[in-house]
């Protein structure tokens, strides 16, 4: 099956700073590449996604790249601030039948320093 | 627009028990997913339901088990509840038809404590 590998565990910036977040998937089936923020007793929230037919996508301050060939996808958060700070998800999904789960990874908490 | 809503958001049982979770789906959707949240195995993903029928299952013991109704809300029960059960249980919604790219919506989830 699917496996998601996601560095660095923790990410400690200055506020302004950029913070980056990456993740490799085994699964050359995948097709659909979610990123999710998890604040403190609240669930993962959806912050931006990107399918395999795309290479970059931006939305606002935060962008997501993927590189189809080495299997692997970042997150880029740009001009960082204090409510950033939460627990970040990268996952995978395979869109085909009997596969529609998605995989995650083991989350990286981003903590930044005012 | 509600969100996903679980209930009840926490719980503490003893090893033995058995317990069930209710989710309630965004309105429309139809397709309804758990996931297991632990601090060593991270998220991992236990079933999905979509229009009554599970669809897919990971990879978790028979005690654990789940249904949807007919108004697309779900529920999961855990039977002879292990310590190791102890778990944010997460439930997630997704509009879903065969051509879904998988966008789901999740839940505050449910703490689940095992003493």
């Known amino acids: 099956g699917e496996n998601v590998e996601q560095h660095p565990s923790t990410l400690s910036v200055q506020e302004g700073d950029s913070a980056v977040i990456k993740c490799t998937y085994s699964d050359s089936a995948s097709n659909y590449f979610p990123w999710y923020k998890q604040e403190l007793g609240k669930g993962p929230q959806l912050i931006i996604d990107?399918?395999?037919?795309?290479g970059e996508k931006k939305d606002q301050r935060i962008a997501v790249t993927l590189n189809k060939t080495a299997k692997h996808f970042s997150l880029h958060i740009t001009e960082t601030q204090p409510e950033d700070s939460a627990v970040y998800f990268c996952?995978?999904?395979?869109?085909?039948?009997?596969?529609?789960?998605?995989?995650f990874g083991s989350g990286t908490r981003l903590q930044v320093q005012p | 627009k509600a969100g996903v809503t679980q209930t009840p958001r926490y719980l503490i049982k003893t090893r033995g028990q058995q317990v069930t979770l209710s989710c309630s789906p965004i309105s429309g959707h139809r397709s309804v997913s758990w996931y297991q949240q632990t601090p060593g195995q991270g998220l991992q993903f236990l079933f999905e339901?979509?229009?009554?029928?599970?669809?897919n299952k990971g990879n978790f013991p028979g005690r654990f088990s789940g249904r949807q109704f007919s108004n697309s809300r779900s529920e999961m029960n855990v039977s002879t509840l292990e310590l190791g059960d102890s778990a944010l249980y997460l439930c997630?919604?997704?509009?879903?038809?065969?051509?879904?790219?998988?966008?789901?919506?999740f839940g505050e989830g449910s703490r689940l404590t095992v003493l």
């Open positions: 990107i399918r395999s037919n795309v």
């Open positions: 996952a995978a999904f395979v869109r085909d039948t009997g596969r529609r789960a998605l995989t």
């Open positions: 997630a919604s997704s509009l879903d038809g065969t051509s879904s790219t998988g966008e789901l919506f």
């Open positions: 339901y979509f229009s009554e029928t599970q669809r």
